[in-house]
Every structure is written in structure tokens, then in C-alpha cells.
């Protein structure tokens, strides 16, 4: 594990293997950990490294008023900190939201965009009804009692979780903090990328779930229509979290892409 000071935070992340880098941003409610099949795999041909945002893991907690300009600025300073020039940046989720505005800031730090099971921001990629019954179930769960809060946002997988990583997943949700989850989802439900989307000018890589209920297919085809350039890999029977889903194809998919623009 290293560390990194930035935008008044410690941010922790973990650093393994050797080769480019391809640093992985995950999704809310999550850390690091979401991206073990990743790290694991794909070490052999690129130093991974993986994150704790700000308020997650091993990370120091939120300061107030913490914008999505602010995790940017946390996750260019990782990257500048590993030290090995512009990196392959993969976001699942709200973290390819997180990945979008720091290449809206930092462009010279990014290799490749792998966007997966991502949005423009809520705002950016979803009907407003759609966006106004998510933020009323985060206010939901935001009020329940701090014994029976669960972070566990509806509809992640295809079906039930892949065994194999129910003990993961079941880790990760006990160590959410409230506070991060609900300020992170705040700034998602208004994030609006779609003007960076067409200036977009490094080779694109998105990544979706089939099964996807939370980001669907519709929202990969508007990405696949603005971002020029971009390749759409589909993996068949993933829901949101494809990288849990279906890790064997997702790492396929990121390897190649990743080879094809070293």
C-alpha cells in the first residue's frame, strides 16, 4: 500500500505488478478490493493499481464540501505519484464518472479511457423520474439507523452474486461510511458529462453487462455514439459489476485493448 496527499486527504492505494500502469477506480460503496480478479490477473503484463477514494477504505474521511473536481484532483495525484508517465484509467460505475472528470482536468495523465458499466453522471445518462427515485432511495437509506444501515444499492448483478465473492462484497458494505456514500451519490445524481463526451481524444474502451439494470444498454450506446472512436465490448449474461460478474471476460477485454495501445 501507498499513500498520497491531495485536496486536504490521505489516499490510500495498492500498487502491483510491472508493465504500463492501468489504474482502477471503483464504484460507490466499494474500495479497492472490488477489483481483486483484475489486480490478480492481469499483474502479469501491467502494473495495476487500485484505489481507495476519498472517504473509502483506507483513505482519510471527506472534507465538507468535497466536489467531484476534488476526486479528480486525488486520483491525478496517484497517478502522478506511481510515476510511470499516463496510465490506462478504468471506472466501473460512479468511478468512470470519476475517471471522465479527471480527464476533463488532466488529459496529459491519461493513456486510455476503459469506461465499464459507467454513466455521464446520473444526470448526464439518465430521465429525470429515473434520477429522482434514486436519490429518493439514497435518502432512504441514508435515514435508516446508522445498526440497520445497508449500503447495497439495487439491481449490481445479473442475478445473485457469484458465490466466490459474497464474503468480499459482504466486507466491503460493512466498511462504508455513511456520509461518503451519501455525498458521492449526491454529486453522481448531478453530474452531467455528456459536453466532454465528443472531445474525448484517446482510445476508448467501454465495457458493459448484457444484464446491466442499473446503466443499460442504452446508456453504452449513447457513450459508444459520442465518444469518437470508441469500442463496445458487451459480455454476455453481466449484470452492473461486471468485473465480478464475469471476470475472465472482462480482464480478456481490458488485456487486449490495453496491449493494442501501449
Given at each position: 500500500?501507498?499513500?498520497?496527499?491531495a485536496?486536504?486527504?490521505e489516499?490510500?492505494?495498492?500498487?502491483?505488478?510491472?508493465?504500463?500502469?492501468?489504474?482502477?477506480?471503483?464504484?460507490?460503496?466499494?474500495?479497492a478490493?472490488?477489483?481483486?480478479?483484475?489486480?490478480?490477473?492481469?499483474?502479469?503484463?501491467?502494473?495495476?493499481v487500485?484505489?481507495?477514494?476519498?472517504?473509502?477504505?483506507?483513505?482519510?474521511?471527506?472534507?465538507?464540501?468535497?466536489?467531484?473536481?476534488?476526486?479528480?484532483?486525488?486520483?491525478?495525484?496517484?497517478?502522478?505519484?506511481?510515476?510511470?508517465?499516463?496510465?490506462?484509467?478504468?471506472g466501473?460505475?460512479?468511478?468512470?464518472?470519476?475517471v471522465?472528470?479527471l480527464?476533463?482536468?488532466?488529459?496529459?495523465?491519461?493513456?486510455?479511457?476503459?469506461?465499464?458499466?459507467?454513466?455521464?453522471?446520473w444526470?448526464g445518462?439518465?430521465?429525470?423520474e429515473?434520477?429522482?427515485?434514486?436519490?429518493e432511495?439514497?435518502?432512504?437509506?441514508?435515514a435508516?439507523?446508522?445498526?440497520?444501515?445497508?449500503?447495497?444499492?439495487?439491481?449490481?448483478?445479473?442475478g445473485?452474486?457469484?458465490?466466490?465473492f459474497?464474503p468480499?462484497?459482504?466486507?466491503?458494505?460493512?466498511?462504508?461510511?455513511?456520509?461518503?456514500?451519501?455525498?458521492?451519490?449526491s454529486l453522481?445524481?448531478?453530474?452531467?458529462?455528456?459536453d466532454?463526451?465528443?472531445?474525448?481524444?484517446?482510445?476508448?474502451?467501454?465495457?458493459?453487462g448484457?444484464?446491466?439494470?442499473?446503466?443499460?444498454?442504452?446508456?453504452?450506446?449513447?457513450f459508444?455514439?459520442?465518444?469518437?472512436?470508441a469500442?463496445l465490448v458487451?459480455?454476455?449474461?453481466?449484470?452492473?459489476?461486471?468485473?465480478?460478474?464475469?471476470p475472465d471476460?472482462?480482464?480478456?477485454a481490458?488485456?487486449?485493448?490495453?496491449?493494442a495501445?501501449?
Amino acid at each position: 500500500m501507498a499513500t498520497v496527499q491531495a485536496a486536504g486527504v490521505e489516499v490510500a492505494y495498492d500498487r502491483v505488478g510491472q508493465g504500463p500502469p492501468l489504474v482502477l477506480v471503483h464504484g460507490a460503496g466499494c474500495n479497492a478490493r472490488m477489483w481483486r480478479p483484475q489486480v490478480s490477473g492481469l499483474a502479469d503484463e501491467f502494473t495495476m493499481v487500485a484505489w481507495d477514494e476519498p472517504g473509502a477504505g483506507r483513505s482519510s474521511h471527506l472534507p465538507p464540501g468535497f466536489a467531484l473536481a476534488d476526486y479528480a484532483r486525488c486520483l491525478a495525484a496517484v497517478v502522478e505519484d506511481v510515476g510511470l508517465g499516463p496510465a490506462h484509467l478504468a471506472g466501473l460505475s460512479w468511478g468512470g464518472t470519476v475517471v471522465l472528470e479527471l480527464y476533463r482536468h488532466h488529459p496529459e495523465l491519461v493513456r486510455t479511457l476503459v469506461l465499464a458499466d459507467t454513466y455521464a453522471g446520473w444526470k448526464g445518462s439518465l430521465p429525470p423520474e429515473e434520477v429522482a427515485a434514486r436519490v429518493e432511495g439514497v435518502r432512504r437509506m441514508l435515514a435508516a439507523p446508522r445498526e440497520e444501515f445497508d449500503p447495497t444499492l439495487p439491481g449490481l448483478f445479473a442475478g445473485a452474486p457469484p458465490a466466490e465473492f459474497v464474503p468480499l462484497l459482504d466486507a466491503m458494505a460493512r466498511d462504508v461510511r455513511p456520509e461518503s456514500m451519501g455525498a458521492q451519490l449526491s454529486l453522481m445524481a448531478e453530474a452531467d458529462e455528456r459536453d466532454l463526451l465528443p472531445r474525448i481524444a484517446v482510445p476508448t474502451l467501454l465495457v458493459w453487462g448484457e444484464l446491466d439494470a442499473r446503466s443499460p444498454l442504452t446508456v453504452a450506446r449513447a457513450f459508444e455514439e459520442a465518444v469518437p472512436g470508441a469500442e463496445l465490448v458487451v459480455i454476455p449474461g453481466a449484470g452492473h459489476v461486471s468485473n465480478l460478474d464475469a471476470p475472465d471476460p472482462f480482464n480478456q477485454a481490458v488485456r487486449a485493448f490495453c496491449r493494442a495501445h501501449r
